[in-house]
């Protein structure tokens, strides 16, 4: 009896499937907080992600050091599920080169990601990744460490379509507060918050343009952070129209209690995790050929999509079905 076939050989034969991350990505610029995030991690699982801050966590003049703190502590045991990035400086800062060959020298086979910021126009983010290219061939660095691309300028939603064409990139990521500002009170102040970040015309234009150039070519976007830190009700009601309105998989956050509102927000229907096990498993059974369930037809294109609905949901630390389980995560 031959072995059943995994849906990603299946389903994806030739061409790379869609990335599945943690739906929440957590902010931390200093040496304290990116440790007590890292024992928050430990502590729920890694349900979400960190991403440790070389551009507003550094003190001007202490880039460097700052740097190699960031590569010591991805480095030590702390970092116990090797899911935490960091965002370097953009490209108008002299460091930014230098951030990544610190990085990469002292901690390239550890970094989850690397975060591009304030890009103007898709020459530079093609730079900087062609720069981080070539210094991982230069210290013999196997991996693609993937990168994310911050869209918070007129220049890079402009050219969101080519920046997310680029290589290694994984994630686009809406930088909230940097884009209201660059429209020079055109967007009020307000728009940075709820309901005005979800109503406005041209974060809506925005925000949709962005998520739509990321699927298109199967990149992640991430939705901006939620600015009142300690009403988890609100980060909660974000996340979720963030998801379920424009189509976001990911939210950012800048404090401790956002992390478990923005989980819960964007976890997937349990219903729906039921119904995608008991498909996939059919379908395995019969060599990813069409089948009912339910008296309703599946074939390649659903089963796609509750793949990726299962493997969202075990990255959210939802439970899968035992055989599910047993079947496509063992």
């Known amino acids: 009896m031959s072995k059943p076939v995994h849906p990603d050989v299946a389903l994806f034969e030739g061409e790379r499937p869609f990335p599945v991350l943690a739906s929440c990505e957590h902010f931390a610029g200093s040496e ?3 440790n007590k995030a890292l024992a ?7 349900v979400f992600d960190i991403t440790c801050d070389c551009e507003d966590g550094a003190q001007a003049g202490q880039e460097a050091e700052h740097a190699a703190m960031v590569a010591r502590v991805i480095n030590s045991e702390a970092n116990k599920y090797n899911r935490a990035g960091v965002r370097i400086h953009d490209y108008s800062h002299e460091f930014w080169r230098k951030d990544i060959d610190i990085l990469l020298s002292q901690a390239g086979e550890r970094i989850a990601y690397i975060t591009i910021p304030k890009s103007t126009n898709v020459r530079q983010a093609e730079e900087m990744v062609a720069y981080l290219q070539d210094k991982c061939r230069q210290l013999h660095i196997k991996r693609e460490i993937p990168v994310h691309i911050l869209i918070e300028t007129h220049g890079a939603l402009h050219d969101v379509w080519q920046i997310a064409t680029l290589p290694w ?3 686009l990521d809406f ?3 940097d884009f209201v500002s660059g429209h020079h ?3 009020p102040a307000s728009c940075m918050r709820s309901p005005g970040q979800f109503e406005h015309p041209l974060l809506v234009r925005a925000k949709t343009e962005m998520v739509a150039a990321a699927l298109a070519n199967g990149v992640v976007p991430a939705h901006n952070v939620t600015l009142d830190l300690k009403n988890a009700e609100q980060t909660k009601g974000d996340a979720k129209r963030a998801r379920y309105e424009f189509g976001f998989l990911r ?3 800048i404090y401790p209690t956002q992390i478990q509102a923005i989980v819960e927000a964007m976890q997937p229907d349990f219903s729906e995790i039921e119904d995608g096990a008991e498909i996939l498993l059919a379908a ?6 069409p089948i009912q369930h339910k008296g309703e037809l599946h074939d390649r294109a659903t089963y796609r999509y509750y793949w990726t609905l299962l493997k969202r949901a075990e990255k959210s630390g939802l439970k899968v079905p035992d055989a599910a389980k047993k079947a496509f995560f063992s």
């Open 40 to 46: 928050l991690q430990a502590e729920l699982g890694p």
């Open 185 to 187: 009170g055109a967007i």
């Open 251 to 253: 939210q950012w956050s």
């Open 32 to 34: 304290k907080l990116i």
């Open 284 to 289: 395995q059974a019969n060599n990813w050929g």
């Open 169 to 171: 990139v994984e994630v």
């Open 175 to 177: 930088g909230m507060m």
